[in-house]
């Protein structure tokens, strides 16, 4: 880790780039795996891998989750938390293979969506997101709840203007400490807009992040520099 905080995001096959992330190097990391759904209305299935009637980003298969957990456990300090997203149909599959990782499973936390939805079919009011840690942890969270409330848009970082952005909020409360101290460093695979690296830029840490997507890095970096410049512009408020 170095003394400054440095911030990479970059654009390509995450399952590529996450072995260049140096070994012990970060001290967490949420992953917003790309899975694939299908659902009934009234039509019949549709899902959003290009094959049921609609391409809406990009999927990948499940069972590659395994081998995101196993390079996150490499990356990773030993007692570093890890948060992977899931929803009512995916999250028996990925805590088997949080479970089967070399990481240690915790508990399933839950995100209260409030009024953001995706769509009009296939929507939930709570996402369930999978917690775990880098083996045995000291950094134990204590007096707080397991359900997170975080409404999609944040009037400092508009992640509505990508497909599956999760808010800022949410990534601030998941990350409080003990999670993340100061001048640690969190990785985001699967970034889509980057709302961790909004997080990194307010509180001085340091951040890697990558997406296939390159209209997703483009958010992504777009929204980082905006971040950095209202942090700056409300450090020379405070300062006057």
């Known amino acids: 880790m170095t003394d400054a905080p440095e911030t990479t995001i970059r654009q390509g096959d995450v399952f590529e780039l996450l072995p260049s992330v140096e070994t012990d190097s970060a001290h967490a990391a949420i992953v917003d795996y790309p899975w694939q759904f299908s659902a009934q209305n009234g039509t019949g299935r549709f899902g959003n891998d290009g094959s049921k009637g609609f391409d809406a980003f990009h999927t990948e298969p499940h069972d590659r989750l395994a081998d995101v957990l196993e390079e996150l456990s490499r990356c990773l300090v030993d007692g570093a938390w890890v948060f992977v997203f899931a ?3 995916t999250v028996p599959e990925f805590r088997e293979h949080v479970v089967d990782s070399p990481l240690t499973y915790r508990r399933t936390l839950a995100w ?16 369930p997101i999978l917690a775990a840690t880098n083996g045995d942890t000291q950094r134990y969270v204590r007096d707080r709840g397991t359900v997170f409330r975080a409404q999609a848009h944040d009037g400092n970082y508009p992640t ?3 497909p599956t952005g999760k808010p800022v909020e949410l990534y601030r409360q998941l990350l409080e400490p003990p999670v993340l101290q100061s001048g640690e460093r969190l990785l985001e695979p699967f970034a889509g807009s980057a709302p961790g690296a909004a997080v990194a830029s307010e509180r001085g840490l340091s951040y890697w992040g990558a997406d296939t997507n390159p209209e997703a890095v483009d958010h992504a970096t777009d929204h980082h520099q905006q971040s950095r410049l209202s942090e700056a512009v409300g450090k020379g408020a405070t300062s006057r």
Not at 119 to 125: L, P, S
């Open 87 to 89: 929803d009512d149909d």
């Open 160 to 162: 509505r203007q990508y």
């Open 112 to 127: 209260d969506r409030e009024k953001f939805g995706m769509g009009t079919y296939h929507r939930v009011q709570h996402y």
